[in-house]
């Protein structure tokens, strides 16, 4: 350590330390150990399997999928048992104590048959979600990856999207193939009936409950593929916007377009995707939002979206850095609409990318409380929940119920308090910002973040059946609004070449199947997602699709970013119109204020 003062103690410089060795404030290779900007993911993949704990790891696989497979395997041997005592006692009915254990035995099953029937249900959908579905799109992405490397190098759009189509028919003729070989494979294994004394013996079930679970989800994996492949052949594919709409007289919205500003916690903090090859520090959103405080004085904004991402690893210090920030703008905070992007809910470490959550561990609802925590403190008298009832409370309203117990969850914790808040964040979604007019401006907030519980894959998406059925539910409500459906996730494969990893990594894993449920109303909808920190905005059919940069990643302090004002309109003939956006350059900063 060095440095000069003089006589009295006053430095006859600027004070500060000297640093022989190397300056801590620039980081060190710590920051890139889980960078994907800055180590490939052959590196960070080594590195799993040296950090990650495998007894956790053996724990969280029996429960997310062991475990889901045995009830669904085991279900048809204690409907066929239960059926069979049934049909043994009908052939009794003569004797009075027959007819009595007959009445019982049916009661019971009466009783268990819905929780056996919800059971089977949850691990199905669970083991849906947790394999199928991204079995099936790694698989398609990965023929259309080959496919694009070997013959659409130089193509235009439209032959890479006839080609992506084609793909998508050949993935689920392979992937059905693959599945029926599986059902075949196992098939002798099987087991489907059962009796009552067999659920005494259990340890004998084993294997046939397995083999039962494998043809279900194999048999299901065949099926759907199939009709997956097929729609997604058939379906709109994603493509470059041609044009944008012309001005017009209607009644236009301005909505600045933020996303993935993966706010710190530490003055010299960096950021877990780019490491020491991004920005240090909360700097270049400061200047962000004095920009456009600045836009918004001049053209008053009508909203300013935050598409996910506020935080880098969804800790208590971001939340307060981001809120501390957003609360020297009250004038964009009282426009502003935000939700969850995977770095704000599902296990991220820039130390350990084999950092693993059990299911039920407290870690990721207490992220989920921070987050709503954060959403309800910027939009809580804005949004409301879609529910069934007539009236639809607010945000704030719909947690006032809860408020005390998450508040005690936050300060104390435990699986006791954490299970009581478990369905606490997913009801909540999706949010509407109501339309003021008929034919207004409509915002939709959906949740699209899978149930990760492993750093590694934290950044998959899903959109849930139910967030899709309280979606129509809330469009049937305002049937002449005009609509932005926002979310965290991209919903299909970009049109432009890209490395395979992130066509994988980050997928939204049912985005097609979801593009097909918005295709009905698409006309007066526009989609606006962050996540992969791509400039884009394209169609598929009649659906825009605008993908957010970030003003904030995309290189050091010293480099330019930029993000996006959109402006929209009603149009005469029942669409939404897009018109051209404003592209805000955020200049980077001087290298004297780096250090």
């Known amino acids: 350590m060095t440095g000069s003062s003089t006589e009295g103690g006053s430095s006859d410089e600027t004070n500060h330390v000297g640093f022989d060795l190397f300056d801590p404030r620039r980081g060190d290779i710590e920051d890139d150990f889980a960078s994907p900007g800055q180590s490939s993911l052959l590196a960070i993949a080594g590195s799993l399997l040296v950090e990650i704990s495998l007894p956790k790891l053996l724990f969280a696989w029996t429960m997310l999928l062991l475990l889901p497979a045995v009830l669904l395997g085991l279900t048809p041997l204690v409907l066929t048992a239960w059926a069979a005592a049934m ?55 990965l023929l259309r990856h080959l496919a694009e490397q070997t013959f659409a190098r130089h193509w235009t759009d439209r032959g890479r999207a006839r080609l992506r189509a084609t793909s998508s028919a050949a993935a689920g003729v392979l992937v059905c193939a693959c599945a029926a070989a599986i059902v075949a494979l196992v098939w002798p294994s099987t087991r489907w009936a059962g009796a009552i004394s067999d659920l005494a013996l259990l340890h004998r079930l084993i294997l046939p409950t397995i083999a039962n679970a494998i043809v279900l989800i194999s048999t ?85 979206l935050v598409s996910g991402d506020m935080t880098d690893a969804g800790r208590p210090t971001e939340w307060a850095e981001f809120l501390d920030a957003i609360a020297q703008y009250p004038m964009l905070a009282a426009r502003m609409i935000m939700l969850p992007g995977n770095h704000d809910l599902n296990i991220v470490d820039r130390a350990n990318p084999a950092r693993l959550d059990l299911p039920f561990s407290p870690g990721k609802r207490l992220r989920q409380m921070r987050t709503l925590s954060a959403i309800a403190a910027i939009q809580g008298d804005r949004v409301q929940v879609v529910r069934g009832e007539k009236r639809w409370p607010t945000l704030n309203e719909a947690l006032a119920p809860r408020r005390a117990r998450i508040a005690e969850f936050a300060e104390r914790g435990g699986l006791r308090l954490s299970s009581s808040l478990e369905r606490v964040f ?30 590694f894959t934290n950044a998959l998406g899903f959109i849930s059946l139910d967030q899709v059925h309280r979606l129509a539910a809330a469009m049937n ?18 049109p432009m070449p890209v490395v395979f990893s992130k066509r994988i990594g980050t997928a939204l894993v049912n985005g097609s199947w979801f593009v097909r449920k918005l295709r009905a109303l698409a006309p007066r909808m526009v989609v606006m997602h962050g996540h992969r920190h791509t400039d884009w905005i394209g169609t598929c059919g009649a659906l825009k699709i605008i993908s957010a940069p970030s003003p904030v990643m ?15 309109a009603a149009g005469p003939d029942g669409r939404i119109y897009l018109f051209s956006p404003e592209r805000v350059d955020i200049g980077g900063s001087e290298p004297s204020r780096q250090i």
């Open 426 to 455: 997913h009801d909540q979604f999706p949010m509407v910002m109501p339309p003021q007019e008929a034919d207004g401006l409509a915002i939709a907030i959906l949740n699209s973040n899978a149930e990760s519980h492993f750093s």
């Open 220 to 304: 299901y994996l065949a099926i759907a593929s199939l009709a997956w492949g097929l729609a997604d052949a058939s379906m709109d594919q994603p493509l470059d916007l041609r044009a944008f709409d012309a001005p017009s007289g209607h009644r236009t919205w301005r909505i600045a377009h933020l996303s993935d500003l993966h706010v710190v916690g530490e003055r010299y903090g960096f950021r877990i995707e780019s490491g020491r090859g991004g920005p240090r520090g909360n700097d270049r959103l400061h200047r962000v939002l004095a920009r456009l405080a600045s836009l918004h004085a001049a053209n008053p904004l009508d909203l300013v």
């Open 87 to 141: 049909s043994a006692h009908m052939l009794e009915l003569t004797e009075f104590g027959a007819a009595v254990v007959f009445v019982a035995i049916a009661a019971l099953g009466w009783i268990g048959w819905r929780p056996l029937w919800r059971i089977a249900e949850d691990n199905f959908w669970s083991l849906n979600a947790l394999v199928v579905q991204p079995g099936y799109v790694f698989a398609s992405e």
């Open 554 to 568: 995309g290189g050091t302090d010293d480099m330019p970013t930029h993000f996006h004002i959109h402006r929209f």
């Open 477 to 494: 409500r305002f049937p002449k609004a005009n609509w932005i459906v926002a979310l965290h996730h991209h919903l299909l494969e970009y």
